[in-house]
């Protein structure tokens, strides 16, 4: 032993810091070093002989490298990663298309069918199992319904919304009527002791008939307008349209989006009727991901029975007298 590694020995055991394993080894060679007998260094340490003859051995070869342990690999493992991917697979299909009398999955029915089934046998627990399923992102999540479109024009009218929004962007927009909305309280914000928020009274009876939602979407300037309806009509589709006329009124094409619903395709419509000025994108029947305007016009629906004013013209001066046509006072149905 060296006088640096004396000097090093000691302090570790003096401090006592660290891995209590540097600590025992520590006190190991210094006793050993000092003439201490095999069996006593073993009582002082609490270990067997054996392991006090090894870590005086392995100073002799190695040094101060001695102190750190050399841990093993441990046991091999039990579940590989063929099991965990099969683990996952199973988890997100469906128990009916395996055999199985039930409709979802829990960690206990996973478990026993992973066990004992017919393809491969992983003996796991819940918790592992758990753990497993959480590190490959797999969450336990409400069911979801979509829709498919029947029409078998789907891929060209979407081929031809992508035409329309990659290369007119500040031009395109879309039109939607939403509804039938009912009408009942809808919730606000307000400054209320704690626990005890501002409530609203319950509407048993509905009298006051429903609404229509008629939303117009700038996909340029990312903006929202539109009005709430007491019923559908294609005097109030004009109006939307002629708004969006009134927001580009430089005399160039637009590009709006709409439904494929006969009122809005009759070319009895002068708006949709043809033209230079103006060109109508239908898109795919019950298609909702070919409708860039859906999701804002159903959230707006929901938020407040009110008038979302039409965006301000691209031109300087005064808004054309035709701007402010789908935010006039509504008329009584007739």
Not at 152 to 177: G, M, N, Y
Request: with cysteine.
């Amino acid at each position: 032993m060296t006088e640096a590694e004396g000097r090093r020995l000691q302090q570790i055991v003096r401090r006592g810091k660290g891995s209590a394993i540097r600590v025992r080894r520590a006190m190991i060679i210094m006793a050993s070093a000092s003439g201490t007998p095999v069996p006593a260094i073993a009582r002082l340490v609490a270990a067997d002989e054996d392991t006090v003859r090894d870590v005086v051995h392995a100073f002799n070869d190695k040094g101060l490298a001695a102190l750190d342990p050399l841990w093993a690999g441990g046991r091999p493992r039990l579940i590989t990663d063929v099991d965990i991917t099969f683990v996952v697979t199973t988890a997100t299909t469906r128990p009916a298309k395996l055999g199985q009398p039930f409709t979802h999955w829990s960690l206990r029915k996973l478990a026993a069918y992973l066990a004992d089934n017919p393809v491969r046998v992983v003996r796991i627990g819940r918790e592992r199992l758990r753990q497993i399923l959480r590190e490959r992102g797999i969450t336990f999540q409400r069911t979801r319904t979509w829709k498919e479109s029947t029409d078998p024009d789907k891929e060209a009218k979407l081929d031809r919304i992508e035409q329309v929004t990659t290369e007119h962007p500040d031009r395109c927009f879309a039109f939607d009527q939403f509804g039938p909305l009912s009408i009942r309280p809808c919730h606000g914000s307000v400054w209320a002791p704690r626990s005890k928020p501002h409530r609203l009274p319950a509407t048993y009876h509905r009298t006051h008939g429903i609404r229509y939602f008629h939303g117009c979407y700038s996909l340029g300037d990312d903006q929202l307008w539109g009005v709430t309806r007491r019923r559908k009509g294609g005097d109030h589709s004009l109006a939307a349209f002629k708004s969006i006329r009134a927001a580009r009124p430089d005399g160039e094409p637009v590009y709006v989006i709409l439904d494929n619903l006969l009122g809005e395709q009759d070319t009895q419509n002068p708006f949709l009727g043809g033209g230079k000025q103006r060109r109508t994108v239908f898109h795919a029947d019950q298609r909702v991901l070919g409708e860039p305007d859906r999701g804002p016009v159903r959230t707006v629906a929901h938020l407040r029975d009110g008038r979302f004013e039409p965006p301000q013209p691209h031109r300087s001066g005064p808004a054309p007298a035709g701007l402010p046509a789908l935010a006039q006072r509504q008329r009584p149905p007739p």
